[in-house]
């Protein structure tokens, strides 16, 4: 038995897309996906199981998309990084200063001030009033 499964590679992992029995379909499905730029590789696996042994082969029969020049581009990176700690020809570290994160404010405790603003309020106002009845 014999079966061709499409694999695609997205977000640093290889996922299953789709399974076919048909060589020529599943090649031609993997060209069309790899001409989109949804996934930045696409492979095709043939399978085959042997039922006298009970045993699977499997091997890569087309591979596609940019995830080669993906690695050469992340090689190139890795290649012209600043040196490490004590060389020489590093340039002097800037002081780097961690940004401030703001707190979240507490919505109650405003609410809290103002209801202590309004009982001093009301309080200064009965005491005005209460001041104004003994004249």
């Known amino acids: ?15 299953m897309d789709s399974v076919f029995d048909d ?12 001409e989109g730029s949804r996934y930045s590789g696409v492979r095709v696996i043939e399978e085959n199981y042997d039922e006298t042994s009970d045993k699977t082969t499997t091997r890569t029969i087309f591979r596609g998309g940019n995830l080669d020049r993906q690695r050469k581009v992340s090689l ?4 012209f990084r600043t040196p490490r700690r004590g060389s020489s020809t ?5 002081n780097r200063r961690s940004k401030k994160i ?21 309080a200064a106002l009965y ?9």
């Open 90 to 94: 590093r340039e002097p570290r800037k």
């Open 76 to 79: 190139a990176k890795k290649a």
């Open 1 to 15: 038995m014999r079966a061709f499964e499409i694999h695609t590679y997205q977000d640093g992992k290889w996922r």
């Open 23 to 34: 060589r020529e379909l599943a090649l031609f499905e993997a060209r069309r996906v790899d």
């Open 127 to 135: 005491g005005l009033q209460q001041l104004s009845q003994f004249r």
């Open 102 to 122: 703001p707190k979240k404010s507490n919505p109650l405790i405003p609410i809290l001030i103002l209801g202590v603003l309004a009982v001093a309020g009301l």
